[in-house]
C-alpha cells in the first residue's frame, strides 16, 4: 500500500504540480523566471561549483533519458563486460563531477557573506533535495551495481507503465530502499521544481543560436503609417 | 539605402566642470533601489584616470566589444558558438570588486551610542550584507587626481603612450585633467544586444534607443561582459541586468533626459540623426583608423531629396525628418567634424559623441609677454598638457588627423572670436586661422553660438514620438478604460458590464 502510494500517487501529484504551477508561474510572473545569479558577487569559486555540477548533471540526466526511452539499446551495450564497466565507471566519474559542484555551491553559499545574502530558504530545499539524490544515486552505483542494467528492466517499465496512466509499482517493489529513496526524492525535486530557482532549466536560450545579431523592436507598424501618410 | 532615425547625443567636454548633477540627477530618478545602488547609469570620470569600473577601456582585460580581421565580426567575449559552453560560468563577467561594494553609515550609533568621554562615530557598513567594512574604493575615488601615481598613471589610454610622454602626463606643473561625462551611448551595433542569450535587450526601431525588456532578461548576464562601455549593470536582487533607458519616458513627452536636464554646464546637446543602416555590416569591419569617417559617413544628410525620399518610404515622419535638419549633433558630428566617438575601436559605433577639449595649454613668452600673434597660430594644441596620442587613444581610435582637425577648428573658433570681442588680434591673423582650420566665418560665428549662446530648444531637440498615432494603430485607446487605474503593474481583469 505505501509502495502504490509513493510509487503509484505522488509521481502523478508531483507531475500535476509541476504542469499547472509551471505554466501559471509563467503567465503571471514571467519576471521571476530565472535563476538568481550570485556570480556578480563571488567570481572565483562560483566557477569550481557551477561548472562541475551543471556538465556533471547534465551527462547524468542524459544515461537516465537513455535508459527510459531506449532500454534495449543500453541492455545491448551492457552486452560486452568491457563496455558495461566502461559505461558505469564514466557515468560514475560525471556523477562524482555532479556531487563535488554541488558541495561547492552549497559550501560557497553558505560561506560567503555576499553568495549567502542572496540565497533564499527555496534554494536551501534545493540544494538539500539535490544533495540528497546526488548522493543517493552514487551510493546505489557504489552499493548495488550494474545500475544500467536492471533500471532498464525495472524503473522503465514502471515508469511506462505510469506514463500510460495504469501504474504498476510491482516491477519496483523488490528494489533496496536506497533505490526507492532515490525515486520518492527524484519526485519531490520535479514537485518543487516550478516554486523554485530550477525553473531557470525551462528558458535555455536555444533561440539565440539563430536568431538575427541585433534586436530590433519597433512600436510602430511601419507599414500603416506609409498608408496614413500616403507617401 | 535602409534610412532610420536616431536619437544621438553630444558632450562638449570644454564645458564640464565636473559637478556630477547629471550623475545625482540620474540615481535619484532611477537607481536608488536596493540591488542598484552601485549602478551609475550616468558617470563623470576624471580623464586620465581608471574610470568605472575601474579600467573598463582595458578590453584585453574585460572582453567587451566586437573583433574584425576585416573579413569577419565577432563578440570579443561571449558570441554565439562559444555562449554553449560558457553558459553556466560567464568567464569574462566583471564582479563587484571591479566597481565597489555598496555602502552606508550607521547612522544610528550616532544617537544610541552610551554617553562617554568620546564623541560616538558612523561606521560603514555595506548595503548587501548589512555587516560593517572597510571601504577601500568606491564611485569616482580618483575624482580630480589628475597625475596621480595610482589613477591616472593606469590609465589604459595611457598605457599605450611611449614613457616618455607618460612621464609628461604625471610630471609637476604639467598635471592635467578633464572630465569625461559618461552614460550608455545607444550604439548604432550594440554588443549588449548581439550578445544577449534571451533577445531580451533591443535596439528600438523608431528612435534606436537600446532598452532591455525585464520579462525576458533570464539574467545569464552575457550584456555585462559583452558592452565595452561598461554600461549595463547586473541587479543582484532581481537577477536582471540594467541599463540606461535615455529616459524615454521623458523624451516621449518633449522632455530632455533628466541628466541633460540638470546639466550645470549646458554641456550636453541632443537630436535625432538619419543613418543608413544598410551600411553597418560593411563598415563595421574597417580597420581602425577608418572608423571615425566610417561613421560620419553612414549617418545620412538630412536636407538631401535623395535620403528624404527614403526615409518617408522607410515610414519616417515628417516630422522627424524635420527634427533631423535642425539637430545640433548632426552639425557638431557631419558638418562641423568638431565631435568625436569614444573609443569607435570597439566598433558599436555609439551614438554619443564628444568635443574634444582644448587642455590647458603651455602658454609661450615672447620677450617676456604672453604671445599670442607669431606664426605658430595651432603651436598650442601640440603643446597642450595632454599628448594629442592620448586624447587620440580616447576619441578617434588612435588616428590623430582626425583630433587635430576637431582642436584646430575649435582653436580658429576662439581665436576668431577673440579678434572680435577683445580686439587684440588682427582680423588677417584670424582669417588665417580659421582658413588653416578649414572653417569659414559663419561657420566659426554658427560653431560660437551653439556652443556659448544655446538656448534650450537649440541644446535639445527632440523629435515628436507620435506614440499616440502609434499606439491608435495597433490598440484602442479606450480599451482600458475605467478598467486599469493609477499603480498597477499587472492589470487587474476588467469586468465588462
Redesign the interface.
Known sequence: MNDFVLFGVLPYVATVIFLVVTIQRYRQRKFTYSSLSSQFLENRQHFFGSVPFHYGLLVVLAVHFLALVAPDWVLWWNSDPVRLWAGELIVLAFAVLTLVGLVNIALRRAIHPLARRVTSAGDWVVYALLLLQVASGIGIATLHGWGSAWFATSATPWLWSLARMAPDVSYIAPLPWIVKFHFVNAFLLIGFFPFTRLVHVLVMPNQYLWRRTQVVVWNWDRSRIRRVDGA | MDVRSQISMLFHLDKCIGCHTCSIACKNIWTDREGTEYMWWNNVETKPGTGFPTQWEDQSKYKGGWESDGETLKIKSTG?GR??PN????PN?????DYY?PWTYKYSDLFNAPEGDDQPTAIPVSK??G?PIDVKAGPNWDDDLGGSKIYAANDPNAKKLSPEQQMQMTAIERLVFFYLPRICNHCL??TC??A????A??????DGIVLLN??R?????AC?SACPYKKTY?N?????SEKCILCFPRLESGQAPACFHSCVGRIRYLGNVLYDADLLTEIAKRPDSELVEAQREMILDPHDPAVIAAA????I??AVIESAQRSPVYKFVKVWKIALPPHVEFRTFPMLFYVPPLLPVMSTKVDGRLDNQTAGLFAEIDQARAPMAYLANLFSAGNEGKLRYALKKQMAVRISRRQATVGDISKETADRALAEADCTREEADEIYRLTALATEDERFVIPPFQ?E???E??EDPQEWKQSAGFGFR?SPQAKRL
Open positions: 554565439k555562449i554553449v553558459i553556466f560560468h560567464n563577467l566583471p564582479s563587484l570588486d561594494e548587501i550584507t555587516q551595433n550594440p544586444v548581439a544577449c542569450p534571451s533577445g535587450l533591443y535596439k528600438r526601431g523608431e525585464q520579462e532578461c533570464r539574467g545569464w548576464r555585462v547586473f543582484w536582487v532581481t537577477g536582471k518617408r518610404k522607410n515610414g515622419h515628417e506614440r498615432m502609434a499606439i494603430m495597433v499587472t
